[in-house]
């Protein structure tokens, strides 16, 4: 079973930056694309971004483009999601996922089979 383990949550003020890390245990992720989600009190969880399992594709949410950056370091099986000029609306859990499938990218919450636990991320002066 493939485990993942997010860290690197909380709190900052707007237009700081943060950088979540995601652990991966049990499985090694070179066939798994990762995406990372965030999840806001009342709100729908939704895709932040994309990663696939080569890299060579990555897709960002149009609310977070310019701003965050993802990557991955197969080498230590962990990807991560860089967050700079955050915002108060960036306030949320965030989540990262895999998806074994073909290791392409996906943008529903049930096309990964894989979650961590997430981490708090709250953006507020």
């Known amino acids: 079973q493939l485990q993942l383990v997010e860290s690197g949550g909380g709190l900052v003020q707007p237009g700081g930056s943060l950088r979540l890390s995601c652990a991966a245990s049990?499985?090694?992720?070179?066939?798994?694309?990762l995406g990372w989600f965030r999840q806001a009190p009342g709100k729908e969880r939704e895709g932040v971004s994309c990663?696939?399992?080569?890299?060579?594709?990555?897709i960002y949410a149009e609310s977070v483009k310019g701003r965050f950056t993802i990557f991955r370091d197969n080498a230590k099986n962990t990807v991560y999601l860089e967050m700079n000029s955050l915002k108060p609306e960036d306030t949320a859990v965030y989540y990262c996922?895999?998806?074994?499938?073909?290791?392409?990218?996906?943008?529903?919450?049930?096309?990964?089979?894989?979650w961590g636990q997430g981490t708090q991320v709250t953006v507020s002066s």
């Open positions: 990663i696939s399992s080569s890299g060579g594709n990555i």
């Open positions: 996922a895999a998806r074994r499938g073909l290791g392409g990218c996906a943008n529903g919450p049930w096309e990964y089979g894989y």
């Open positions: 049990g499985l090694t992720l070179d066939y798994f694309a």
